[in-house]
């Protein structure tokens, strides 16, 4: 939080004193800690199947490695157009809700992994697909490397 | 009770803390969000070792049974002839993950389970028994490799559980408390200040009235 503000050959200089510092950095230390995980950008399931060794770049520069089995037991339950369709990893969401986490989806395609992975249906609402922690425990066991988590900035608001 | 921050009695200071409090807050928040699902993977990751292990122990005490039972078919000398051929070097793809800022080291056999790479064997001149203890072989060896992501997973989440525990102790009980306690004693001492202010201007104004 800016303290005093100055006006100093007409930029804007902030003070702030070393204790809000010290909390400020931790906040955005932790910001970027659980957000390191995420990845540059997705990659389609069906490109993924064709690499020896799949994987994705995330933010911090490191690779994010899906396991094979998993992506297998992805392409078992979707057809060739969907496979080419679907992004991986997928990205969950955790809100200002602590009871629940959202999928983040664009296509119809997560709807349907996301009900076979948990046997039940799901619907997909602006974007989001809402499941409860339960649930959540459930996905993370049969798709752990192909979901990432995503602190969103909302939570802190 | 909560320890009380040196600060010069303000309304500056009075900002400033309010303004720390809140900052707090919001820490506090994503390092909750954070903790519970670190908890969450540590305990799924611990049932997933118990299998593995599980998994593990029974493998290998069939395996032991397959091949004691296919050494004592064939003998020990001429399974051992054959099998010098069968030997192979294991490929573990090593890779890393991150689960919510963890950085997780992520380990896979590597190879085609169609393909049976350890039976490399005569065919011809070895027995099924032979057969099934390389395969229960193969499912042993994938098991270890399991088990090895699992117990270094379950490591680092233990890790990093303690260190966010920490953290998320000092904020819960030493700093917001510690900025709670100094804001309420600081609005305490401001409205003291008020109603004394008040009352020295009723006395001043009775004073004057009296002249």
Same mark, same amino acid.
């Given at each position: 939080?800016p303290?005093?503000?100055?006006e100093?050959? =007409? ?9 809000e ?15 390191? $995980?995420?990845p540059?950008?997705q990659?389609?399931l069906m490109?993924?199947?064709? @690499?020896e060794?799949?994987h994705?770049?995330?933010n911090d520069?490191?690779t ?5 089995? #998993?992506l297998e ?6 057809d060739?157009?969907e496979?080419?369709? +679907?992004?991986l ?5 955790? $809100?200002?809700?602590?009871? *629940? ?11 349907k992994?996301? &009900?076979?992975a948990?046997?039940m249906p799901?619907?997909?609402? *602006? $974007?989001r697909?809402r ?6 425990a459930?996905l993370?066991?049969k ?8 602190? &969103?900035p909302?939570?802190?608001? | 009770?909560?320890?009380?921050i040196?600060?010069r009695?303000?309304k500056?200071?009075l ?8 900052l ?9 969000d ?6 969450? *993977?540590?305990l ?14 029974? =493998?290998s005490?069939r395996?032991?049974?397959?091949? &004691?039972i296919?050494g =004592?078919y ?9 099998l010098?051929?069968s #030997? ?12 919510a =800022?963890?950085r997780?080291?992520?380990? #896979?056999?590597? $190879?085609?389970?169609?393909k ?10 070895? &027995?099924?028994?032979l ?6 072989s ?6 270890i490799?399991?088990l ?22 000092a904020l ?6 510690g ?10 001492k ?5 109603r004394?202010?008040k009352a020295? +201007? ?7 009235a009296? @002249?």
């Amino acid at each position: 939080m800016p303290l005093l503000v100055q006006e100093r050959q =007409g930029k804007l200089q902030v003070k702030q004193s070393p204790y809000e510092s010290m909390l400020q950095e931790c906040l955005r230390g932790e910001l970027r800690l659980v957000n390191t $995980g995420l990845p540059q950008s997705q990659k389609r399931l069906m490109d993924l199947l064709s @690499e020896e060794h799949p994987h994705v770049v995330c933010n911090d520069g490191s690779t994010h490695f899906f396991k094979k089995n #998993e992506l297998e037991y992805l392409a078992s339950v979707l057809d060739t157009d969907e496979q080419r369709t +679907l992004l991986l990893p997928m990205l969950i969401e955790l $809100g200002a809700n602590q009871a *629940e986490a959202a999928i983040i989806c664009e296509a119809q395609v997560e709807e349907k992994v996301i &009900s076979e992975a948990l046997n039940m249906p799901v619907k997909c609402e *602006e $974007g989001r697909i809402r499941i409860y922690k339960p649930q959540l425990a459930l996905l993370r066991k049969k798709l752990k490397t192909t979901t990432v988590y995503v602190f &969103s900035p909302k939570i802190v608001a | 009770m909560p320890q009380l921050i040196k600060v010069r009695p303000t309304k500056i200071e009075l900002v400033k803390l309010k303004r720390r409090l809140f900052l707090a807050r919001r820490v506090q928040k994503i390092v909750k969000d954070r903790l519970s699902i670190l908890t969450m *993977e540590f305990l799924q990751t611990a049932r997933d070792a118990v299998e593995a292990q599980i998994k593990l122990l029974d =493998g290998s005490s069939r395996l032991y049974k397959a091949v &004691s039972i296919a050494g =004592g078919y064939h003998g020990y000398i001429a399974m051992e002839r054959e099998l010098i051929a069968s #030997e192979a070097d294991l490929k573990v793809a090593v890779g890393s993950r991150n689960i919510a =800022g963890v950085r997780i080291p992520s380990f #896979e056999l590597t $190879g085609n389970p169609e393909k049976f790479e350890m039976m490399r064997y005569s065919l011809v001149d070895t &027995s099924s028994w032979l057969d099934h203890a390389a395969l229960l072989s193969k499912e042993c060896l994938r098991a270890i490799v399991e088990l090895a992501e699992l117990q270094r997973d379950f490591e680092l989440l233990a890790m990093e559980i303690n260190r966010t525990k920490r953290i998320t102790n000092a904020l819960e009980y030493v700093i917001i408390p510690g900025l709670q306690a100094t804001i309420n004693y600081l609005s305490m001492k401001f409205e003291e200040r008020d109603r004394e202010e008040k009352a020295r +201007l009723k006395r001043v104004k009775v004073l004057i009235a009296l @002249e």
